[in-house]
């Protein structure tokens, strides 16, 4: 796992989510450029469509999306990878790999994209983290709880 060089990381907040407040919904798209290593992360109340919407981006499929969801009176991190189906590159168990070995810097991406937050309320780091690895193939097609997020 490579780590992040917050000088790549480009954040945008959108629809006027507040930085300092946890607020439902409250969603996370992060994309990349292969080319120059730089992260793009989205801040908003919904995923940035636009951002995921590029012939490219459609085809590799590569995109995290996560969002914050209550659960019993309590916040948990959700994140989405896309690890096949539709139009994208690469088979299942490849793209879950990389997924899986990347999970970690995906992390650092939204704690460094999000850090006033994290700054404000420390405690979130404590909430729940489900990933949810999405396939047409039932092996790779489900939900794991990784425990807490930090």
């Not at 995921?52 to 309590?74: C, H, P």
Request: charged share 30%; proline share 3%.
């Amino acid at each position: 796992m490579t780590d992040l060089d917050p000088e790549k990381l480009h954040v945008a907040f959108r629809d006027s989510v507040d930085p300092y407040k946890l607020t439902i919904p409250r969603k996370y798209t992060l994309t990349h450029s292969d080319s120059t290593g730089d992260l793009f992360l989205t801040i908003g109340t919904d995923y940035d469509n636009d951002q995921i919407s590029g012939l490219y981006t459609r085809f590799m499929r590569d995109e995290v999306l996560a969002e914050w969801q209550m659960k019993n009176n309590n916040y948990e991190l959700h994140l989405f990878m896309h690890v096949s189906g539709g139009l994208c590159f690469g088979w299942a168990g490849l793209r879950n790999r990389i997924f899986r070995h990347h999970l970690p810097l995906v992390l650092q991406v939204i704690r460094e994209g999000d850090k006033e937050l994290f700054e404000k309320r420390p405690e979130i780091k404590n909430f729940e983290l489900s990933v949810h690895f999405q396939s047409n193939r039932k092996k790779y097609d489900k939900i794991e709880n990784f425990g807490i997020f930090k």
